[in-house]
């Protein structure tokens, strides 16, 4: 097993080189983690939101980048080099409109040696970059942004996010 690289880095090895982490001697433990995507869109665009979900020549546009979001939660293995292929137990993917902007939030679950970070992440960065796909006809002027960890459990250290 590689020790870790002194900046402590842990996708590096003690030659510098990169390295998939090694978690087979951790434990199996439960491990949940909260992702968040802003999307900043005009009035025009978030005045169709206003009684929900809004229906495009591609489908429903929140439904749709629901399932976008959860599909490449479950793919985040293939698309993060290094980052461990895991197979989740849950992928749960929230959207509200809120007054300027779309809020989505993707939290992830797992008994595992790792943890759901980037999975979470990934998630909430695919359904705003849905959003964003089937909302350019209306304008190109949107914005993703602040995707951000908001908690994760399990592992080693609990991370909570305080607005």
Do not use: H, P, W, Y
């Given at each position: 097993?590689?020790?870790?690289?002194p900046q402590g880095l842990s996708h590096i090895d003690k030659n510098n080189d990169p390295a998939m982490v090694?978690?087979?001697?951790?434990?199996i433990t439960k491990r949940s983690a909260t992702a968040?995507?802003?999307?900043?869109?005009?009035?025009e665009i978030l005045a169709?939101?206003?009684?929900?979900?809004?229906q495009s020549k591609k489908g429903p546009v929140f439904q749709t980048a629901i399932i976008a979001g959860t599909m490449a939660a479950k793919k985040t293995g293939e698309l993060i080099p290094l980052c461990h292929p895991i197979g989740l137990d849950a992928c749960d993917i929230d959207i509200q409109v809120q007054e300027k902007?779309?809020?989505i939030k993707?939290?992830?679950r797992i008994a595992s040696r790792t943890g759901v970070e980037m999975e979470a992440l990934t998630g909430a960065s695919v359904a705003a970059?849905?959003?964003y796909d089937m909302c350019k006809a209306l304008s190109h002027n949107i914005v993703i942004s602040e995707t951000r960890l908001l908690e994760k459990t399990g592992g080693k250290k609990d991370f909570f996010h305080h607005d």
């Open positions: 097993m590689a020790e870790s690289n090694d978690v087979s001697d951790k434990s968040r995507s802003k999307v900043q869109v005009s009035d169709l939101f206003k009684d929900g979900d809004i902007e779309i809020i993707c939290t992830c970059l849905t959003i």
